[in-house]
């Protein structure tokens, strides 16, 4: 999936050689290499290098923190790229170093975890800096070039396999045995190497937990309880694996009614794929208990990856009260609010968007279904 044009590349080339290192986050597998180094074959006037990070030589080389000896390294170059730069200690003080030394060479940066990259460097590089992200494949870039017969052709195994580069596209079972190896391999190595996490049992028992919940309203009290540890440890273990990209989470909407959830929380994947093979369930959707909570997540990501793409910075949340009426999710932007219900199958029209106009008149509830998901994905 080389050849599909990522939508933050062109965003990218934009603030190139504006003095500011650019970093581009993003999950590990995503595309995060492919895309640098594809930057690195466009600019051969600039001598463009790239440099792996989790390579001991250069990372040793950058940790020296002397900007002479760093740029004798490198060699005469315009175009730095430095990949999985959340390797290199106190990296955060070697571009600000770099930069302000040498602002003539544009530094681009990646890192697979948040958590690590973003913490060094943004004490260190404000004002000199420019932040990008990297999801997996999304709607918008499949349909970019291949228009939205493709996607709706792939939309039962995009629901089942995800997104991720090296899954899609690819047989039934190339891509089963590709996410596998994926998720064992790599979902837990950030989690695990940056946040300083040894139980790897625990985080794999807790992602699985959250793998079954998705849609519903998760209890940091009643995980910790299932996985007997203390509440502490499942919220800093859940903060870790959004840090890395492996989750996003929604708080709950609340402004108007006493019986609207003030503190409610509900956690998706990035990836749907990811989600099915924690708890290997990969039925095809007309066969599955679960369509609903599936379609839910899988079109939430995908919302919300559009609207980082595109640049829409935008409020997200779900609204449900005490009596369990519900709106899936609210987009909050210009003090106005915007609901969107979402269904697998259109069963009429459910009860809470009237309690939900009846609490915020003047207001907009989308019912989204499999017949008209693309209506408002990209909008």
Same mark, same amino acid.
């Given at each position: 999936?080389?050849?599909?044009?990522?939508?933050?590349?062109?965003?990218?080339?934009?603030?190139?050689?504006?003095?500011?290192?650019?970093?581009?986050?993003?999950?590990?597998?995503?595309?995060?290499?492919?895309?640098?180094?594809?930057?690195?074959?466009?600019?051969?006037?600039?001598?463009?290098?790239?440099?792996?990070?989790?390579?001991?030589?250069?990372?040793?080389?950058?940790?020296?923190?002397?900007?002479?000896?760093?740029?004798?390294?490198?060699?005469?170059?315009?175009?730095?790229?430095?990949?999985?730069?959340?390797?290199?200690?106190?990296?955060?003080? +070697?571009? #600000?170093?770099?930069?302000?030394?040498?602002?003539?060479?544009? %530094?681009?940066?990646?890192? $697979?975890? =948040?958590?690590? &990259?973003?913490?060094?460097?943004?004490?260190?590089?404000?004002?000199?800096?420019?932040?990008?992200?990297?999801?997996?494949?999304?709607?918008?870039?499949?349909?970019?070039?291949?228009?939205?017969?493709?996607?709706?052709?792939?939309?039962?195994?995009?629901?089942?396999?995800?997104?991720?580069?090296?899954?899609?596209?690819?047989?039934?079972?190339?891509?089963?045995?590709?996410?596998?190896?994926?998720?064992?391999?790599?979902?837990?190595?950030?989690?695990?190497?940056?946040?300083?996490?040894?139980?790897?049992?625990?985080?794999?028992?807790?992602?699985?937990?959250?793998?079954?919940?998705?849609?519903?309203?998760?209890?940091?009290?009643?995980?910790?309880?299932?996985?007997?540890?203390?509440?502490?440890? +499942?919220? #800093?273990?859940?903060?870790?694996?959004?840090?890395?990209?492996? %989750?996003?989470?929604?708080? $709950?909407? =609340?402004?108007? &009614?006493?019986?609207?959830?003030?503190?409610?929380?509900?956690?998706?994947?990035?990836?749907?794929?990811?989600?099915?093979?924690?708890?290997?369930?990969?039925?095809?959707?007309?066969?599955?208990?679960?369509?609903?909570?599936?379609?839910?997540?899988?079109?939430?990501?995908?919302?919300?990856?559009?609207?980082?793409?595109?640049?829409?910075?935008?409020?997200?949340?779900?609204?449900?009260?005490?009596?369990?009426?519900?709106?899936?999710?609210?987009?909050?932007?210009?003090?106005?609010?915007?609901?969107?219900?979402?269904?697998?199958?259109?069963?009429?029209?459910?009860?809470?968007?009237?309690?939900?106009?009846?609490?915020?008149?003047?207001?907009?509830?989308?019912?989204?279904?499999?017949?008209?998901?693309?209506?408002?994905?990209?909008?």
């Amino acid at each position: 999936m080389n050849n599909i044009l990522r939508i933050v590349e062109s965003q990218i080339k934009e603030k190139l050689f504006h003095g500011r290192v650019i970093i581009l986050f993003g999950a590990r597998r995503t595309g995060k290499t492919t895309l640098v180094k594809r930057l690195v074959e466009q600019y051969p006037e600039k001598n463009a290098k790239y440099f792996q990070c989790e390579l001991l030589a250069n990372k040793e080389v950058l940790e020296t923190q002397d900007p002479e000896k760093i740029i004798k390294y490198w060699g005469e170059t315009n175009l730095v790229v430095l990949d999985e730069a959340q390797n290199v200690g106190r990296i955060g003080e +070697v571009l #600000k170093l770099l930069v302000d030394i040498h602002p003539e060479i544009q %530094i681009v940066a990646t890192g $697979s975890s =948040s958590f690590e &990259l973003a913490h060094k460097t943004k004490e260190s590089m404000v004002g000199r800096v420019e932040e990008f992200m990297l999801y997996p494949l999304a709607v918008s870039e499949i349909t970019d070039k291949a228009g939205w017969g493709e996607a709706e052709r792939s939309l039962s195994s995009w629901l089942q396999y995800g997104s991720y580069p090296e899954v899609w596209g690819e047989s039934t079972r190339e891509a089963r045995g590709r996410l596998d190896q994926l998720v064992s391999g790599y979902l837990y190595k950030d989690v695990l190497m940056y946040a300083g996490i040894k139980n790897s049992g625990l985080i794999k028992d807790l992602l699985q937990l959250l793998s079954r919940q998705v849609g519903s309203e998760v209890s940091y009290n009643e995980l910790a309880g299932i996985l007997g540890v203390d509440r502490l440890t +499942v919220k #800093k273990y859940i903060d870790v694996l959004e840090q890395n990209f492996v %989750i996003f989470t929604l708080h $709950s909407y =609340s402004r108007n &009614l006493r019986s609207e959830i003030r503190k409610g929380i509900k956690i998706y994947f990035w990836d749907i794929g990811v989600r099915n093979s924690l708890i290997q369930a990969f039925s095809p959707m007309e066969l599955r208990v679960d369509n609903g909570a599936v379609w839910e997540n899988w079109w939430i990501a995908e919302r919300l990856k559009y609207l980082k793409y595109t640049q829409q910075y935008r409020n997200n949340y779900f609204w449900r009260t005490t009596d369990q009426h519900e709106i899936d999710y609210i987009e909050e932007h210009e003090n106005k609010i915007e609901g969107f219900e979402i269904k697998w199958r259109k069963d009429g029209k459910p009860k809470s968007l009237k309690d939900f106009n009846s609490a915020y008149p003047n207001t907009q509830v989308n019912i989204v279904d499999r017949k008209n998901y693309w209506e408002w994905l990209m909008s």
